[in-house]
């Protein structure tokens, strides 16, 4: 089964190399079978804030820039709609003059 361990593999290493306790997560979605994710100890938590405030951010710079302001091509379009409006009613027009020219042919016979 992909991503599962079958044989656990143990590695000798030097008691005193460790001074801190340490927390290591394997990332399972890695191509390398051997990547971990390191855990920072809370303790360090709030020094690691404060250096990323104080950290240049240009990328977030580059993240958060407002967007354009619309263009004026869409003004131009609302005396479009009006138009397309007046063409329907114009139509409609049309279609009661159709109506009376037959009946006026009816009448004719």
Same mark, same amino acid.
């Given at each position: 089964?992909e991503?599962t ?10 008691? %005193? ?7 290591v997560?394997?990332?399972?979605? !890695?191509?390398?079978p ?9 303790? %360090?938590? !709030? ?14 710079k580059? %993240?958060?820039?407002?967007?354009e302001?619309?263009s ?12 397309? =409006? =007046? %063409? !329907?009613?114009?139509?409609n ?5 159709d109506?009376e =020219?037959? !009946? ?6």
């Amino acid at each position: 089964m992909e991503g599962t361990l079958n044989e656990r593999q143990f590695y000798i290493v030097d008691v %005193e190399a460790f001074l801190d306790p340490i927390t290591v997560i394997p990332n399972l979605g !890695s191509d390398d079978p051997m990547e971990f994710l390191m855990m920072t100890p809370k303790q %360090e938590w !709030s020094q690691q804030f404060v250096d990323w405030i104080k950290a240049p951010h240009t990328v977030d710079k580059e %993240e958060m820039k407002e967007p354009e302001p619309e263009s004026e091509s869409e003004d131009d379009d609302e005396p479009d709609d009006e138009t397309d =409006e =007046e %063409e !329907s009613d114009s139509d409609n027009d049309d279609g009661d003059t159709d109506e009376e =020219e037959s !009946s006026d042919e009816e009448d004719d016979d």
